[in-house]
């Protein structure tokens, strides 16, 4: 059963934005976002709690931004200034780490972010 949904990705230029979108069918404490990047393994980049506190990577500080909307399910990354080096699939999952979410085995399709000129 599909808990988590990633949307929102696409063709982006450098220094552009996006704004990705993860629904979420259950509730959780935290959500994060990690990224995938072509031939890298996977990455967290930013996390939100229900209480609204926030923890970003170095890589994206400054110029992603993480929100949760409780009451419509659904988690924002809103990305700005994008860079090539955030070219990736970005994946949402109920935790902030990849050491909190070893052993996690529900990682959906993602969503492909592509920053391109």
């Known amino acids: 059963q599909v808990q988590f949904v990633e949307s929102g990705g696409g063709l982006v230029q450098p220094g552009g934005s996006l704004r990705l979108s993860c629904t979420f069918s259950r509730d959780t404490y935290v959500i994060g976002w990690f990224r995938r990047a072509p031939g890298k393994g996977r990455e967290a980049v930013s996390c939100v709690s229900v209480g609204g506190s926030t923890t970003y990577a170095n890589s994206v500080k400054g110029r992603f931004t993480i929100s949760r909307d409780n009451a419509k399910n659904t988690v924002y990354l809103q990305m700005n200034t994008l860079k090539p080096e955030d070219t990736a699939d970005y994946y949402c999952?109920?935790?902030?780490?990849?050491?909190?979410?070893?052993?996690?085995?529900?990682w959906g399709q993602g969503t492909r972010v592509t920053v391109s000129s």
């Open positions: 999952a109920p935790g902030c780490t990849l050491v909190a979410l070893q052993g996690y085995d529900q």
